[in-house]
Nanobody
Framework: QVRLVESGGGSVQAGDSLRLSCVTSGISLSTTYIAWFRQAPGKEREFVAAIRPSDVYIDYAASVKDRFTISKNNGKNTVTLQMNALDPEDTAGYYC??????????????????WGQGKKVTVHS
């Protein structure tokens, strides 16, 4: 059984940093594509960042590039999203996702097979 469990998040001021973690089980991060998505109230779920099993290919949404960093520790089955210079526009529920390495359009939420329960991030101005 595949499980993705997010932790971290919370409420911060604009400009602050937060770190989200996703502990996985039932999958191997050395062979599984991993991503973070977010969903603000009343909006669709949107792509944030993704990292392929090989770590060679990493992709970020334009809105978070140079502020957020996705990384993983295969041995600890953990994926991390470091978020710096947070802006109120980053306020959302953040979700960890896992899928097959053959995903053709990783920015589409429908391409991903497994999801965590989500963690709320609130950024105050």
């Amino acid at each position: 059984q595949v499980r993705l469990v997010e932790s971290g998040g919370g409420s911060v001021q604009a400009g602050d940093s937060l770190r989200l973690s996703c502990v996985t089980s039932g999958i191997s991060l050395s062979t599984t594509y991993i991503a973070w998505f977010r969903q603000a109230p009343g909006k669709e779920r949107e792509f944030v960042a993704a990292i392929r099993p090989s770590d060679v290919y990493i992709d970020y949404a334009a809105s978070v590039k140079d502020r957020f960093t996705i990384s993983k520790n295969n041995g600890k089955n953990t994926v991390t999203l470091q978020m710096n210079a947070l802006d109120p526009e980053d306020t959302a529920g953040y979700y960890c996702a896992a899928g097959l390495n053959q995903i053709k359009n990783p920015r589409e939420a429908g391409e991903w097979l497994y999801w965590g329960q989500g963690k709320k991030v609130t950024v105050h101005s």
